[in-house]
């Protein structure tokens, strides 16, 4: 085996130009995939996280309308929900917590001698985690705000900068509308979203759903609400049993999906982790064809090396060397040029990505600067083949030189 290292060692030395000439083919792909599978695996995890912010498993559902077929819309029926019908539907097996979802939008909202139009959510204390609604200051509702109609808000973080700029709002009053509410909290900043409820969340002012229907409302009726499935694919599954829930309370089948409109935001995830799936399965095969058109240049190098030194084969057969040896001999130096290049080429990626990361980061993208499992396991899976289309060939050939004729080459 030291023998057979001391060999690739001298034939990479004599062929170096030729080798590093041919070889950058395998280095380029390697790059690719390396700095692209980094790219679109930041850029994935940026949209969905982006995505998820307005709640990571959320469904939204609301009253309306039963139609008679056979008088058409003359004849439809409204659905009029209230807040026990939410509390069936969070009885049901496949839903993990519901809210309310009142939305007073673009309300008057004051302090002191500020006054800002924002939206108002009526919500409940399930909201915190089926919204993602997480306090920086003070604390989210209670059930025992909701239970009392307690006069208190949660501001999202511009809210409170629009409403109280540097001051500390949590303790301090505001009014809504004629009432006077209490801060009791101010949540994170979310920042951007590419979905929402209405106003980003930054911009949300949450109050009791109790307090919304009584003394901004002055209703009973809660028109919209949310649902977090217990498993976030299976949000039909969840709709259809809240939908059956209803349907015996008033009066409609369940597949009469007028009855209670849904929308489910994993069918806006599932959009957008098959395009980046694909994108990435893209660069992926893109990668490895190029890196098999570089095993190509390489294959072909190594024939011409096999046709300059087919006295020395002979030479080395005549002596006792078998064709097993001469074969591993010329397979070793195909592995080595291409796993020299590879691992060149994901050493540039990887400096590619740490040198493009800062620029990324500074728009909210954190890319990996290190090869990730799939990108290892497909540069892996792309050597084996670049190793036996550029070696397998050669190789054979070099073995099956008759020593006579090799010979008579001298």
Same mark, same amino acid.
């Given at each position: 085996?030291?023998?057979?290292?001391?060999?690739?060692?001298?034939?990479?030395?004599?062929?170096?130009?030729?080798?590093?000439?041919?070889?950058?083919?395998?280095?380029?792909?390697?790059?690719?995939?390396?700095?692209?599978?980094?790219?679109?695996?930041?850029?994935?995890?940026?949209?969905?996280?982006?995505?998820?912010?307005?709640?990571?498993?959320?469904?939204?559902?609301?009253?309306?309308?039963?139609?008679?077929?056979?008088?058409?819309?003359?004849?439809?029926?409204?659905?009029?929900?209230?807040?026990?019908?939410?509390?069936?539907?969070?009885?049901?097996?496949?839903?993990?917590?519901?809210?309310?979802?009142?939305?007073?939008?673009?309300?008057?909202?004051?302090?002191?001698?500020?006054?800002?139009?924002?939206?108002?959510?009526?919500?409940?204390?399930?909201?915190?985690?089926?919204?993602?609604?997480?306090?920086?200051?003070?604390?989210?509702?209670?059930?025992?705000?909701?239970?009392?109609?307690?006069?208190?808000?949660?501001?999202?973080?511009?809210?409170?900068?629009?409403?109280?700029?540097?001051?500390?709002?949590?303790?301090?009053?505001?009014?809504?509308?004629?009432?006077?509410?209490?801060?009791?909290?101010?949540?994170?900043?979310?920042?951007?979203?590419?979905?929402?409820?209405?106003?980003?969340?930054?911009?949300?002012?949450?109050?009791?759903?109790?307090?919304?229907?009584?003394?901004?409302?002055?209703?009973?009726?809660?028109?919209?609400?949310?649902?977090?499935?217990?498993?976030?694919?299976?949000?039909?599954?969840?709709?259809?049993?809240?939908?059956?829930?209803?349907?015996?309370?008033?009066?409609?089948?369940?597949?009469?999906?007028?009855?209670?409109?849904?929308?489910?935001?994993?069918?806006?995830?599932?959009?957008?982790?098959?395009?980046?799936?694909?994108?990435?399965?893209?660069?992926?095969?893109?990668?490895?064809?190029?890196?098999?058109?570089?095993?190509?240049?390489?294959?072909?190098?190594?024939?011409?090396?096999?046709?300059?030194?087919?006295?020395?084969?002979?030479?080395?057969?005549?002596?006792?060397?078998?064709?097993?040896?001469?074969?591993?001999?010329?397979?070793?130096? #195909?592995?080595?040029? +291409?796993? =020299?290049?590879?691992?060149?080429?994901?050493? %540039?990626?990887?400096? @590619? &990505? /740490? !040198?493009?990361?800062?620029?990324?980061?500074?728009?909210?993208?954190?890319?990996?600067?290190?090869?990730?499992?799939?990108?290892? #396991?497909?540069?892996? +899976?792309? =050597?084996?083949?670049?190793?036996?289309?550029? %070696?397998?060939?050669? @190789? &054979? /050939? !070099?073995?099956?030189?008759?020593?006579?004729?090799?010979?008579?080459?001298?």
């Amino acid at each position: 085996m030291a023998d057979l290292l001391r060999e690739t060692v001298r034939s990479l030395r004599a062929h170096a130009l030729r080798f590093g000439l041919t070889s950058l083919g395998i280095a380029w792909g390697a790059l690719l995939l390396t700095f692209l599978s980094a790219q679109m695996g930041g850029v994935r995890r940026h949209f969905m996280r982006e995505i998820e912010e307005v709640g990571p498993k959320l469904v939204y559902m609301g009253s309306g309308v039963v139609l008679d077929s056979r008088v058409g819309a003359r004849g439809a029926r409204r659905v009029e929900l209230e807040a026990e019908d939410l509390a069936r539907v969070e009885r049901a097996g496949a839903v993990e917590a519901v809210t309310p979802n009142l939305m007073l939008r673009n309300e008057p909202i004051r302090h002191g001698r500020r006054s800002k139009l924002l939206n108002v959510a009526g919500y409940d204390e399930d909201a915190a985690r089926i919204r993602n609604l997480v306090a920086a200051e003070g604390r989210f509702l209670s059930r025992l705000d909701v239970a009392r109609g307690s006069r208190v808000a949660f501001l999202g973080p511009e809210a409170k900068r629009r409403l109280f700029g540097a001051e500390a709002a949590v303790g301090r009053r505001i009014a809504i509308g004629s009432q006077l509410f209490t801060v009791i909290g101010v949540g994170i900043s979310k920042g951007e979203q590419l979905s929402n409820v209405g106003n980003p969340d930054d911009q949300l002012v949450v109050v009791p759903y109790t307090t919304a229907l009584r003394w901004l409302l002055r209703s009973d009726e809660v028109s919209e609400f949310l649902v977090a499935p217990r498993v976030r694919e299976r949000g039909d599954a969840t709709i259809r049993q809240a939908r059956a829930v209803l349907g015996l309370h008033h009066g409609f089948h369940p597949d009469q999906d007028t009855a209670v409109w849904a929308g489910d935001t994993w069918d806006a995830l599932k959009l957008v982790y098959g395009m980046f799936y694909a994108l990435q399965g893209f660069f992926v095969v893109a990668g490895t064809i190029t890196l098999l058109v570089g095993a190509v240049g390489v294959m072909n190098i190594m024939l011409v090396v096999v046709g300059e030194r087919t006295a020395e084969i002979g030479l080395r057969k005549a002596v006792g060397a078998r064709g097993r040896d001469v074969f591993l001999q010329f397979l070793l130096e #195909a592995l080595a040029v +291409a796993g =020299l290049a590879s691992a060149l080429g994901i050493g %540039g990626g990887v400096l @590619a &990505v /740490r !040198a493009v990361a800062p620029a990324f980061a500074a728009g909210g993208i954190h890319l990996e600067t290190s090869p990730d499992r799939v990108t290892i #396991a497909a540069i892996a +899976a792309a =050597l084996v083949l670049v190793a036996l289309v550029a %070696g397998v060939a050669p @190789a &054979v /050939r !070099a073995a099956r030189i008759p020593p006579a004729e090799a010979l008579r080459s001298y």
